[in-house]
């Protein structure tokens, strides 16, 4: 055994030499961050003070397994040689932990391989990442450990410690285990980390870490010029799902509310020009992944609000499938908002209601910017705006002059009644095992308040003119079957 003072400084010497081999590449937490997560003392500039260590260090661990001189020589080989690969591509830390466990204890280094889903998950095999470990009570992981190592004592282990250390989701001090760096083990949403170190080379083809990372930093520099192997950066988004994630990935809290909004923007423009009224939200790439990065930044509301209005404005005439989504994504400033501020203050939902007024001034118009594919395109865009956590906080009859364009649009092109069917007919499946029975229910808040006097000729219109039987589906024809039942029972109920 290696006397501890000495042990503790070659491996230290050993991961300053590997963090600082390769001085160009960009790091995701700085030198100090990294050090306080394994507790050693460093100074901390933001603090300008030391950082007090705890009793026990990630050295104090390491030290307490390996038993000889030639067993820590193996490890820094195999770290050493994984690291020349994957400098830059993965958490050292992890990599330098992992090799410890592979060679001080095969055994436990095969239970990660076999748990590593649990390991990632916590304590809860039923929830994921959620810390449910009840002290009076054996925990999910601890049951598993204690049943491959056939131990009581299982948390007095130091192996144990280490995975801890890896997986920080399943120890008792998670807020001091964990420090966000999301080139960890833990991680594997866009990149599978525990993957890519048992390869211990990168994959063919991938975008490297570094490419992103350094992307991100022009980004900061707001050279909103670059581009991603040779392509604008906003067209890549577009077009590529893995770049749009690896981005999400590192640049998430790196960016600033001027340069979300410009990206943003690019990309917004380039959907509705490559798809026009068929441009939607929900599985394009870019998308989602912008709006997570935007909403955890602090935007300034009258800034952030004038430029969604304006996106808001530009999608409008093009498609309104692409609009809601985009109401509902993106119309909040900031997640640093009060609670209630939705029910203080409405005025982006009314402002976004008068554009679309004035966007819709004629049938042709609202026409135009529909997809037949998604027929609850305008129910669910009325409601997204309308409502708040389900609260009204919009009147449907600040929707009257949309009511009255609808009845308009009707009467020109009948493309347009299964839009309206499914603003006043609200569709409820009876039974997952019979795909044919449903349940129709008359949506009286939606067909008055948005209708108004109107219903009656709406509900005449679809009781006596849709031609049903040329719809291709069982179901399709079926619903409106429906649809003229129900409106002239409800015809007759009227005027009775």
Not at 146 to 153: M, R
Not at 173 to 201: A, G, H, P
Not at 247 to 276: H, M, V, Y
Not at 334 to 362: F, G, L, M, P, Q
Request: aromatic share 14%.
């Amino acid at each position: 055994m290696i006397e501890i003072k000495i042990f503790k400084n070659i491996i230290n010497n050993f991961r300053n030499m590997c963090l600082g081999f390769y001085k160009k590449e960009i790091k995701i937490l700085p030198k100090h961050r990294l050090d306080n997560r394994i507790k050693i003392i460093h100074y901390n500039p933001e603090l300008n003070a030391e950082i007090v260590p705890g009793t026990e260090d990630l050295f104090d661990l390491i030290h307490k397994i390996i038993t000889t001189p030639r067993e820590l020589k193996n490890i820094f080989r195999r770290t050493w040689r994984a690291w020349e690969s994957l400098h830059g591509e993965i958490d050292f830390d992890d990599l330098l932990v992992c090799n410890v466990i592979r060679y001080s204890n095969p055994r436990a280094f095969n239970f990660i391989l076999i748990n590593i889903g649990k390991l990632r998950r916590g304590d809860s095999k039923d929830q994921i990442g959620e810390l449910i470990n009840d002290k009076k009570e054996p925990s999910f992981i601890q049951k598993i450990w204690e049943e491959y190592f056939d131990i009581e004592k299982w948390k007095t282990s130091n192996i144990y410690k280490l995975i801890e250390f890896l997986f920080p989701l399943i120890g008792d001090n998670y807020d001091e285990f964990y420090e966000r760096s999301n080139q960890r083990v833990q991680y594997d949403e866009f990149t599978d980390y525990w993957r890519r170190l048992l390869l211990e080379e990168l994959e063919p083809r991938i975008i490297r870490d570094q490419e992103v990372l350094t992307l991100v930093e022009k980004i900061k520099t707001n050279k909103f010029n670059s581009q991603f192997r040779r392509k604008a950066i906003h067209n890549q988004l577009y077009n590529s799902e893995t770049f749009s994630q690896k981005f999400e990935q590192f640049a998430t809290n790196k960016l600033d509310s001027k340069q979300i909004r410009l990206l943003s923007s690019n990309l917004f423009r380039t959907i509705l020009k490559s798809e026009r009224f068929k441009a939607r939200t929900f599985d394009t790439n870019g998308f989602m992944e912008l709006a997570v990065i935007s909403n955890g930044i602090k935007h300034l509301k009258e800034e952030y609000e004038n430029w969604f209005l304006l996106e808001m404005k530009k999608a409008l005439p093009i498609s309104i499938l692409f609009a809601r989504g985009l109401f509902s994504e993106w119309h909040l400033y900031s997640d640093h908002i009060s609670e209630n501020w939705e029910e203080e203050n409405k005025s982006i939902r009314v402002r976004t209601i008068n554009i679309a007024k004035k966007v819709y001034d004629k049938p042709e118009k609202l026409i135009k910017a529909l997809n037949d594919e998604y027929p609850t395109t305008l129910k669910y865009f009325i409601d997204d705006i309308s409502m708040f956590k389900e609260q009204r906080v919009i009147e449907y009859k600040q929707w009257q002059w949309l009511g009255k364009l609808l009845l308009e649009s009707i009467q020109k092109n009948h493309r347009i009644t299964p839009f309206v069917t499914n603003l006043i007919f609200d569709i409820i499946s009876q039974s997952p095992r019979k795909p044919y029975k449903y349940k129709i229910s008359y949506n009286e808040k939606h067909a008055n308040g948005i209708f108004g006097d109107g219903i009656n000729n709406i509900l005449e219109i679809i009781s006596n003119s849709y031609n049903y039987t040329t719809y291709n589906t069982e179901k399709d024809r079926q619903f409106m079957e429906y649809y003229i039942k129900k409106s002239n029972d409800i015809l007759k109920q009227l005027k009775t």
